[in-house]
T-cell receptor, first 113, second 115 residues
Framework: EPEVTQTPSHQVTQMGQEVILRCVPI?????FYWYRQILGQKVEFLVS????????KSEIFDDQFSVERPDGSNFTLKIRSTKLEDSAMYFC???????????FGSGTRLTVV | DQQVKQNSPSLSVQEGRISILNCDYT??????FLWYKKYPAEGPTFLIS?????DKNEDGRFTVFLNKSAKHLSLHIVPSQPGDSAVYFC??????????????FGKGTKLSVKP
């Protein structure tokens, strides 16, 4: 069964450093998403991406965050200057039907120290 | 502002019995609801969904019921199996001005099915 692949599975970074979280969506999917889950809290929407541009973003997705689909296969989330409160599981998802059929990756656990 | 609420953080059920997981929502613009299952160290896995034009959707052992007037949905698992032990998330979406279909998740209910 097709999968959404996320790398790395765990990333530890110093506060203030830039991090890039990588995702390889399912190949024929057109809609891409990032969600995050702070430990013990709910999964929260960050951003959706369609047709090579951001289609929607939450208030969490401020100027420190950016997304890119650099080569037609990868979908990346960049955090420019990490804060302690950015520590969370970050899930990438892709869909060929928009909101009707998400497939999530296994997540990247980001720890900011 | 919790638009999707799962008020039971945990549920324990005996193998073979019915598991009922509940979810309430507040936004009347939601028109599509989903249940996801999540094991530790994995991403959420889609389980079953229901459109607001229906009140029931069934897939094998899993049935989702939607009560629009009460803004309530539930997931029934019959019979429950030990492999069903996981965290279950309710999610909702709506296609309206302020949203293009991102999912709003509840906090999850941890289901434990005892042999």
């Amino acid at each position: 069964e097709p999968e959404v692949t996320q790398t790395p599975s765990h990333q530890v970074t110093q506060m203030g450093q830039e991090v890039i979280l990588r995702c390889v969506p399912i190949s024929n999917h057109l809609y891409f998403y990032w969600y995050r889950q702070i430990l013990g809290q709910k999964v929260e929407f960050l951003v959706s991406f369609y047709n090579n541009e951001i289609s929607e973003k939450s208030e969490i997705f401020d100027d420190q965050f950016s997304v890119e689909r650099p080569d037609g296969s990868n979908f990346t989330l960049k955090i420019r200057s990490t804060k302690l409160e950015d520590s969370a599981m970050y899930f990438c998802a892709s869909s060929d039907q928009g909101r009707y059929g998400y497939t999530f990756g296994s997540g990247t656990r980001l720890t900011v120290v | 502002d919790q638009q999707v609420k799962q008020n039971s953080p945990s549920l324990s059920v005996q193998e073979g019995r019915i598991s009922i997981l509940n979810c309430d929502y507040t936004n009347s613009m939601f028109d599509y609801f989903l249940w996801y299952k999540k094991y530790p160290a994995e991403g959420p896995t889609f389980l079953i969904s229901i459109s607001s034009i229906k009140d029931k959707n069934e897939d094998g052992r899993f049935t989702v019921f939607l009560n629009k007037s009460a803004k309530h949905l539930s997931l029934h698992i019959v019979p429950s199996q030990p492999g069903d032990s996981a965290v279950y998330f309710c999610a909702a979406s709506g296609n309206y001005g302020g949203s293009q279909g991102n999912l709003i998740f509840g906090k999850g209910t941890k289901l434990s099915v005892k042999p």
